[in-house]
């Protein structure tokens, strides 16, 4: 319930902060926005590969393997959140874009008829939340990829206690 009011509060935050950013400024910025967000999609899938391939057997006990399996599909999944935030933004963003420089005034659904700065306000906010959603996980993406390190150099540390545990026995034992 916790993780639910957080998530809805920034997510709230976000949205107000984006709609009272002047409208102007913001649809000038969207290729600048676009391209950070681009950049960091672009970091994400590399991080999603190294996510899935860094677990290997050596001198893991079957525990260790389904616990650090577990470990990983749940950071498997936060960086696919991560990408999912980024690609709402640009799309919301792009799409208020668009939405600005149409000539109609009013768009028709149905019975209902909405300005177009509405729905140039409404794109803006979801920018606004979906942005602000990802920069407030944007520092567990980096514990996350530590996470990843500190694991490796667990794993490392193993090997190589093994390899010199192995070459102490060859040295301790006479030939």
Not at 5 to 33: H, M, W
Not at 72 to 97: D, H, P, R, T, Y
Not at 122 to 149: D, K, P
Request: glycine share 6%.
């Amino acid at each position: 319930m916790k993780s639910i009011f957080k998530f809805i509060l920034i997510a709230t935050l976000g949205a107000i902060f984006a709609v009272f950013l002047p409208r102007q400024g913001v649809l000038s910025s969207s290729g600048e926005i676009v391209s950070f967000l681009s950049l960091l999609m672009a970091g994400i899938l590399p991080a999603m590969t190294l996510t899935a391939t860094v677990l290997r057997g050596e001198s893991l006990s079957v525990r260790e393997v389904n616990d650090y399996t577990r470990a990983l599909k749940s950071q498997m999944q936060f960086w696919a959140i991560v990408f999912l935030f980024s690609v709402l933004s640009v799309g919301s963003i792009i799409l208020a874009e668009i939405l600005n420089k149409l000539s109609r005034n009013v768009f028709q659904f149905g019975d209902i008829a909405i300005a177009k700065s509405a729905l140039v306000s409404i794109c803006i906010m979801l920018f606004g939340a979906n942005f602000a959603l990802l920069l407030s996980r944007l520092r567990s993406a980096y514990l996350g990829l530590v996470s990843i390190l500190d694991f490796n150099s667990t794993n490392a540390r193993a090997a190589a206690k093994i390899v010199l545990d192995v070459q102490s026995v060859k040295l301790t034992r006479p030939e």
